[in-house]
């Protein structure tokens, strides 16, 4: 560069986040919360590649895809995209090993995903993500599942019911009820999609969408999907159905789905999370490929976006590989978490402190102190000194300016003794401790 000011002027692009140590800090919480709740249910972690065939992404999507994703050809002239979430990278790995896998398979995975769109509050450019899958399940055991690592996955955050939801609906039920509106198959897509943004259309705007496809009847349409989604609860739900005038096939089919909801929800109350996860049909889940139960989490108020979202799509892997396999799955987020973890005041705080400095005054001191040092940080503790000989008034006042609660003072009284002085700095107290290394050892184990 021709001066530090030109370098001084690269920015971070729009959407894409630094991380400063402090910032890498919570990064690191996130991911090691996610992991550790993956693991309890007995999860595997996979990855895959960050740069995928852009063919993946529009045979799964379709071509609309395209302008939502970081795309462009490579020196191989392949047209390639940065991936924008986990699942058809996981639909590929799976199908490739389908006939060999042991199922039910329970993966999951934390990688950064991107996305070509306009930054905003709780969406940017680049962002992580926990995807958490169960495959080769049929029964709503797995989606039981799945609901219940995620309610306990926002547990581990410090959060209860009073800060978090989990909405539940039924893409399945979706379908039958517009089939009883006379919705075709080809239309169905199209006027889900709508659906998923109902709440956040206007009357008038939501009446010109929908009038192609019910006419005369979209004001009594729209006033049906307004009763249907203010519904919280499973009875409330029973009776809607109950109410309509519906074909004896249609009839036989929405009962049977009511069942398995009725199955589903007696697995999440056995599981003691029932009092996390209600009925709510406004949950529709704008992607085309869900085929079942949906869910997404949101702030108790329902204030900012979801926390997390998933369901049930049972066609997806066959259609990427020709390996039919059903699969559910969720993913979260970093960036909204991050959010409603700092509106929570349930962040913790970032330090740069150390568990434990050591402080030293000639050569002769230092040699000791390197060694116990060493010896130490092999036994797992937090050990920092001073990297050049300064004083020891210096000394003391680093570790202080660090917030450091523990020193170890080698001075050369001590060492002619045979002893080191361990300080609480934040007590002030002191002790002497015989420079032995299992000894020293075994008195800091004592202090963590």
């Given at each position: ?33 996610w992991r550790s709740s993956a693991h ?92 958490v899958d169960i495959l080769g399940e ?42 009883h509106w006379n919705v075709g198959d ?263």
């Open positions: 560069y021709q001066n530090l000011d030109q370098f001084m002027n690269f920015e971070t692009l729009p959407g894409f986040r630094t991380f400063y140590p402090e910032d890498c800090f919570l990064r690191n919480y996130i991911f090691n919360i309890t249910y007995n999860f595997s972690e996979y990855d895959a590649p960050t740069l995928e065939p852009l063919e993946l992404y529009k045979e799964k999507s379709g071509e609309e895809i395209v302008n939502q994703l970081f795309n462009f050809k490579d020196k191989g002239d392949r047209a390639v995209a940065l991936r924008p979430e986990m699942t058809p990278s996981l639909a590929r790995l799976v199908g490739a090993k389908a006939k060999s896998l042991k199922r039910p398979v329970k993966w999951f995975s934390i990688g950064e995903q991107f996305r070509y769109e306009r930054p905003q509050k709780g969406r940017l450019r680049s962002f992580y993500q926990f995807n049929a029964g709503v055991g797995a989606d039981a599942e799945l609901i219940a690592c995620l309610v306990d996955t926002l547990r581990a955050f410090d959060l209860d019911f009073e800060d978090f939801k989990v909405r539940l609906s039924d893409r399945q039920l979706w379908i039958l009820f517009l089939k080809e239309q169905m897509t199209p006027v889900l999609s709508i659906m998923d943004r109902m709440t956040r259309l206007k009357k008038d705007q939501l009446e010109i969408q929908l009038t192609s496809y019910f006419g005369e009847s979209t004001a009594h349409f729209i006033d049906t999907v307004e009763e249907l989604m203010a519904i919280n609860s499973e009875s409330a739900l029973v009776n809607f159905f109950a109410n309509l005038k519906l074909s004896e096939s249609n009839k036989q089919l929405i009962d049977e789905r009511l069942g398995d909801l009725a199955s589903l929800t007696q697995l999440i109350n056995s599981m003691e999370i029932g009092h996390y996860v209600s009925i709510d049909f406004s949950i529709v889940r704008g992607l085309a490929y869900y085929t079942g139960f949906v869910f997404e989490a949101f702030e108790a108020r329902g204030e900012g976006r979801a926390l997390a979202g998933g369901g049930r799509y049972d066609d997806l892997i066959d259609r990427l590989t020709s390996n039919a396999m059903e699969a559910v799955g969720f993913a979260m987020g970093d960036v909204t978490l991050l959010d409603l973890l700092e509106s929570k005041g349930k962040l913790p705080n970032f330090s740069q402190k150390r568990d434990i400095m050591i402080l030293f005054s000639e050569d002769e001191a230092r040699s000791c102190a390197l060694a116990d040092a060493q010896f130490l940080r092999r036994s797992g503790m937090k050990i920092e000194y001073p990297l050049k000989h300064v004083s020891f008034s210096k000394q003391f006042k680093e570790a202080n300016q660090r917030g450091v609660p523990f020193v170890l003072i080698y001075g050369n009284e001590e060492i002619q003794k045979g002893m080191v002085k361990l300080k609480d700095f934040q007590t002030g107290e002191e002790c002497l401790i015989e420079r032995n290394q299992t000894a020293l050892l075994d008195k800091l184990k004592t202090l963590f």
